[in-house]
């Protein structure tokens, strides 16, 4: 019985030292857990934008707002904490400025 209080402590321990540690990096939790969504939703974004010329009029709508959220969120943490996904990031905003482009010169032709 000793050693589940043991592991229950030693698991709250290391909670309250990542709370820690993300707080002392400047960063709001509710900015990092955003952070770590927004992370999962650009995986799924650069599938589609490797093919977004194939994209729905609807589907691109759909791609630009959740573009702009993950946009939002990495805006709120360093960028030495997703470094490591730059690249899928810049095909993703490359690609979000390729559909406003052409959802631009559509709307006005």
Do not use: H
């Not at 939703?41 to 959740?66: G, H």
């Amino acid at each position: 019985m000793t050693i589940i209080y043991i592991l229950i402590f030693i698991i709250f321990a290391l909670i309250a030292f990542s709370v820690m540690q993300i707080r002392l990096a400047g960063i709001n939790i509710k900015d990092f857990w955003s952070f770590i969504e927004a992370n999962q939703i650009l995986d799924k974004l650069y599938i589609f934008a490797k093919r977004y010329e194939k994209l729905t009029a609807q589907e691109q709508v759909i791609f630009l707002s959740e573009a702009e959220k993950v946009f939002s969120s990495f805006e709120k943490v360093p960028s030495m904490l997703w470094e490591d996904e730059y690249q899928k990031y810049l095909e993703v905003l490359n690609t979000y400025k390729n559909i406003r482009l052409d959802r631009w010169s559509t709307s006005n032709a």
